[in-house]
């Protein structure tokens, strides 16, 4: 059974930091591309983070570049998140992506999402 199961949210105040794991389980881990995306309240989901393969290249939003550090070993992303300001307050999910272009398959996976919440 595909699982992926985020950890490491809770409560903190502007400026410190958090770091977030996702375990994954039930597919090939190294065939997807890993990324993270938080949802804050009255808001879309949007891409935060995201990484390719294992040791492969990366992508951040604006919004977190200089901030945040996604990294993957062979069985989970963790997303570092350092100074931490209100407006990343948000549930953070967990996503495993592949495309196989050749099959016409896209294979999409979630986690059930953490909470950050930060606050002073």
């Known amino acids: 059974q595909v699982q992926l199961v985020e950890s490491g949210g809770g409560l903190v105040q502007p400026g410190e930091s958090l770091r977030l794991s996702c375990a994954a389980s039930?597919?090939?881990?190294?065939?997807?591309?890993m990324s993270w995306y938080r949802q804050a309240p009255g808001k879309e989901r949007e891409l935060v983070a995201a990484?390719?393969?294992?040791?492969?290249s990366t992508n951040y939003a604006d919004s977190v570049k200089g901030r945040f550090t996604i990294s993957r070993d062979k069985k989970t992303v963790d997303l570092q998140m350092n100074s931490l300001k209100p407006e990343d307050t948000a549930v953070y999910f967990c996503?495993?992506?592949?495309?196989?272009?050749?099959?016409?398959?896209?294979?999409?996976?979630w986690g059930q999402g953490t909470q950050v919440t930060v606050s002073s």
């Open positions: 996503n495993a992506n592949r495309k196989d272009v050749l099959a016409g398959i896209e294979y999409d996976y």
């Open positions: 990484i390719t393969s294992v040791g492969g």
């Open positions: 039930g597919f090939v881990f190294s065939r997807y591309v």
